[in-house]
């Protein structure tokens, strides 16, 4: 014949994201006798091609028989390095094809096979060819769904890869010899408050602590010399924040040219060190608390084996914590002592509660004192016992004492008769002393009110005649002014300031016994109302002295007896306005706030006081140097005196550092 056509589909193996089969169609013919390739391929992708090659052989019968034989050994040969190649392509986890390379085998077998063109096949044996090549068809589809299978699992370990590296609790690093930074996962660059393209080639220790970058440099160098994985506690800087504390877990390793790198995971260990430093923190108060408890205290474990104690037990027994820790009674003290320790201890374990017993211990001087042993057992967190805590309490002294008592136990009752009669004796007196302290407070309640009663009567009796006194002389200077001459308007004029200055000293009186006797009547008043109807009331001896009042701007409202604050005010200001001199010009009201008091001021620049005169010039009827020449009765201060102490507060007087004085008088918050 002069043609043979043979139309066969060759399967195309496409990885791309479908995995779509392409199939293609070779016919092979006498005339053109030689190979087609065929290589169809949608969206430029990675393509496996299997060619066949055809030949037809124009011989005798003989030859044409040792050429099939051949054919079919090269073409066997062929689909079963296709068929090895197929099987390195679907061990590789999702390696990509690499098309040009197949493109360039097949190029090449289809110009060996065209060298010879001159040959043909038989019909039967393109018949059993073609009959292989739809076997090896049906396995190059089979090898397909794998590797469609195969890419699906890579796909799958990608996105187990992207959970188990990127989105890990902990940092992950690659670094190589020199430090630098070759790859890191997300949460990495979270703790560094950073982007994650920017850490790439970056040397590690520019996110080091300074203070910490030796400890960083010697465990690498470690890890690098010994192979051996080596951790590590120190600070790094993030962006966002404050430095934080991380464990750094490192590993060294090869890279497929075996250049050594490092492996290191990086946990953000901040708040296990907050809570460490915490701890540390309350150790150290608790040790200092048992440390300031001056008896001896203990604690072990359920081996008995002393896990730490107080100063005072160092100092009993004579030996530092150092080699007390980790040591048995057995080791520290005397076998005898040490057999009724540990007994007890066990005891306590067998019935867990509180214990108490008395022994003695071995002091660092080597005598033996009496104590009193309690203890008391503790658990873990669990509810297992972990050991027990004792104290120490030294009765040796108290000892002594219970023998010293029972050496007078056979004269106790004389001893308690002698101190019965002594009792009643003492009572007896106290009986006495309590009856004339009680005739004394009634003589002087008495004396009291006959005092009251005397100066109500002396300052009505008084006040009356200064008052006809001073109506007497007025009229007199004012009918015999011509009569008289300056010698007696002069002696009218003494009568007349005489007579005022006694109607004022009994209306001090009468104020000072009022204050005394007179109930207070509590109400919230505003002291700058009070402030301001004492500056209108002195206003006209302010102007004409030319002196300035300076008050407090902030507003004050206290809870107190009006009329008395008025009173204290009044002759606080008046005081100063006597006893300033000529020269003051200036006068201030302060205001302090404290916890439990009202502190009010009056200061002025005046002639100021003696330190000496600080605390009489309270008293009644008490006047200084400064006071001479100015009418007054010596009671304003001590009223001022009177009214702050019913207040629950106090007066008193400083020397200003230039000159003048201030007084301050306190009220109770509380009232």
Not at 459 to 477: E, T
Not at 488 to 497: E, F, H, P, V
């Amino acid at each position: 014949m002069d043609s043979v056509e043979l139309e066969f589909f060759i399967t195309i193996i496409n990885h791309c994201s479908s995995n779509r089969v392409v199939c293609g169609k070779v016919r092979i013919s006498k005339r053109n006798a030689g190979s087609y390739l065929i290589c169809q391929s949608q969206s430029a992708t990675r393509i496996l091609c299997w060619s066949f090659h055809r030949r037809f052989i124009e011989s005798s019968e003989e030859s044409e028989m040792q050429e099939e034989d051949k054919t079919k050994e090269r073409l066997i040969s062929e689909l079963h390095e296709l068929r090895k190649r197929l099987a390195e392509l679907g061990k590789d986890k999702g390696a990509p094809i690499n098309a040009a390379e197949l493109c360039r085998l097949a190029e090449k077998r289809v110009s060996e096979n065209q060298m010879e063109t001159d040959r043909s096949l038989t019909k039967e044996y393109t018949k059993k060819l073609l009959h292989e090549l739809q076997v090896h068809q049906v396995e190059l589809e089979m090898q397909n769904e794998e590797l469609r299978q195969t890419q699906a699992e890579i796909e799958a370990l990608r996105a187990r890869y992207f959970d188990l590296y990127d989105l890990a609790p902990v940092g992950y690093f690659t670094l190589n010899e020199q430090g630098l930074i070759l790859e890191a996962n997300l949460t990495a660059a979270t703790l560094l408050g950073t982007a994650r393209n920017t850490l790439v080639k970056q040397p590690l220790t520019r996110f080091i602590l300074y203070e910490d970058q030796d400890i960083y440099c010697r465990h690498r160098k470690q890890l690098f010399e010994t192979g051996v994985p080596q951790v590590c506690e120190l600070r790094m800087l993030s962006a966002n924040a404050a430095p934080i504390w991380i464990q750094m877990d490192a590993t060294a390793v090869q890279d497929a040219e075996g250049v050594p790198m490092c492996r290191t995971i990086v946990s953000d260990i901040t708040e296990r060190k907050r809570a460490e430093e915490a701890i540390r923190q309350q150790l150290n108060f608790q040790q200092i608390l048992i440390d300031t408890i001056p008896s001896p205290i203990f604690y072990k474990d359920t081996e008995g084996r002393y896990l730490g104690c107080n100063s005072s037990f160092e100092s009993f027994i004579g030996l530092c914590k150092a080699d007390i820790i980790g040591k048995t009674v057995y080791e520290i003290s005397p076998k005898d002592l040490a057999e009724i320790y540990h007994g007890a201890d066990l005891a306590l374990f067998r019935e867990p509660g509180v214990q108490q017993y008395e022994t003695c211990v071995q002091y660092a001087d080597g005598n033996r004192h009496d104590v009193i042993f309690t203890k008391a057992n503790f658990t873990d967190l669990e509810g297992n016992a972990a050991g027990l805590v004792g104290v120490m309490l030294d009765i040796t002294e108290r000892k002594r004492a219970e023998q010293e008592l029972s050496r007078y136990r056979d004269h106790l009752e004389e001893l308690v008769k002698e101190r019965t009669a002594e009792l009643a004796r003492t009572n007896e007196q106290l009986t006495h002393q309590i009856e004339e302290r009680r005739r004394a407070e009634e003589a002087l309640k008495d004396a009291s009110e006959k005092l009251k009663l005397f100066a109500y009567s002396v300052a009505h009796d008084l006040k009356s005649p200064a008052i006809g006194v001073y109506g007497l002389s007025k009229r007199l200077r004012k009918h015999a002014k011509d009569v008289l001459d300056e010698k007696g308007r002069n002696y009218c004029d003494q009568i007349l300031k005489i007579s005022e200055h006694i109607a004022t000293l009994v209306d001090k009186v009468n104020v000072y016994m009022a204050t005394k006797e007179a109930r207070l009547s509590i109400e919230r008043i505003d002291i700058g109302e009070i402030l301001q109807m004492l500056k209108d009331e002195f206003s006209a001896q302010l102007s004409i002295r030319k002196i300035e009042w300076f008050k407090p701007e902030a507003t004050v409202k206290i809870s107190a007896d009006r009329l008395s604050i008025v009173r204290v005010f009044r002759n606080l200001v008046d005081n100063s306005l006597k006893y300033g001199g000529e020269g003051m010009s200036k006068i201030w009201t302060g205001y302090e706030d404290s916890e439990d008091f009202h502190i009010f001021s009056f200061s002025d620049n005046g002639k100021g006081l003696k330190e000496e005169d600080s605390e009489k010039i309270f008293r009644a009827f008490e006047r200084n140097e400064t006071s001479r020449g100015v009418e007054g009765a010596g009671l304003g201060l001590t009223i001022v005196k009177e009214i702050a102490e019913q207040h629950s507060g106090k007066v008193w007087v400083e020397p200003r550092s230039n000159k003048g004085i201030t007084f301050y008088i306190s009220i109770a918050k509380n009232l």
